[in-house]
């Protein structure tokens, strides 16, 4: 089983797989990157017995160069290099949602306008230097989840550009409302926005506000009213890394550890907030339940070198 780390409701599968094998005398070799302290592959390395356990380092595969090590470490994360090139399995602690939750919402499909006419709602998290501007619609369906329809990321782009692509998508979908990110840099272009673009939402994202946002967002997910699609892999990494960490005093701070990026989870939380309230000119906090709890942290890139287990 090739990223044995990756699959959803992996305990059932291990279940008949191993039927399977025992029944036929066979065996079963699971090769994967670690995915978290979670699953099947990380139970199988850490504490089941009779299996064969075989750890690759980088420097028993020849075809990676120095040079080629040297490129990704100026790109990855530190994060992302100690998953997937020292082979780790990252604690679960601190995160915003465990990782099989979210796969509970992941489904095979195309993104695409609902055929149905039903309402579409957009969100649009405008980049700031090292970010990208990121474009999430979502469908309300008839049982009434949230079906990502659209998905776009603009990085290096003029503010002009996005304000055409956003005015494209918005064409496109014709959402019944629009929640834009409209802090800081931001501002400005929601107010252009706001010149031609109707049901337009401007969101300045204080404390309260992003409570709001993400713990509205974080309830959608546990409840599997948002449908991901499989191939949204950048969504899903940010949504595995987004952390809720409380500091000093019972302050508690949302967001992507240092080195990572959280536009894609930003703007779905805009969107999903945008088909929970009504349009209005100032938008206040709504008050939700909190509660304490840990959820799983992830992260993927590049393969560098990978864990087999083989009894």
Excluded at 252 to 263: C, F, L, N, Q, T
Aim: glycine content about 8%.
């Amino acid at each position: 089983m090739d990223e044995a780390g990756l699959f959803r409701d992996d305990f059932k599968v291990r279940a008949a797989v191993m039927f399977t094998t025992v029944a036929r005398q066979d065996h079963v070799t699971l090769v994967s990157t670690p995915k978290g302290k979670r699953g099947w592959f990380y139970t199988a390395w850490t504490s089941e017995q009779g299996w064969s356990k075989h750890r690759v380092s980088l420097s028993e595969c020849p075809h990676i160069s120095k040079a080629d090590l040297g490129e990704l470490r100026q790109v990855m994360t530190e994060l992302e290099w100690r998953q997937e090139m020292e082979c780790e399995f990252l604690d679960e602690v601190n995160a915003f949602i465990t990782y099989d939750t979210i796969l509970g919402c992941v489904e095979d499909y195309v993104p695409a306008k609902p055929s149905d006419g039903g309402p579409v709602y957009m969100g649009v998290d405008f980049g700031r230097y090292r970010d990208s501007t990121v474009i999430v619609g979502v469908a309300k369906t008839s049982d009434g989840r949230l079906r990502i329809c659209y998905l776009e990321e603009m990085r290096g782009q003029s503010f002009e550009e996005q304000l055409r692509v956003i005015g494209k998508a918005v064409e496109a979908l014709r959402p019944q409302r629009v929640a834009v990110d409209s802090t800081g840099m931001g501002a400005p272009l929601a107010e252009t926005l706001s010149k031609t673009v109707p049901g337009l939402m401007k969101v300045t994202i204080t404390s309260n506000i992003k409570t709001t946002l993400v713990t509205n967002l974080r309830s959608n997910i546990l409840q599997r009213r948002i449908v991901i699609p499989a191939d949204a892999s950048e969504l899903i990494n940010q949504l595995r890394l987004y952390q809720q960490v409380t500091g000093e005093g019972g302050t508690v701070r949302y967001g992507a550890p240092p080195g990572e990026h959280d536009d894609y989870v930003t703007a779905l939380a805009l969107a999903c907030y945008a088909a929970l309230t009504t349009h209005q000119t100032n938008i206040q906090a709504l008050k939700f339940w909190s509660w304490t709890t840990t959820y799983g942290l992830h992260s993927s890139a590049q393969q560098g070198r990978r864990t087999l287990l083989s009894p």
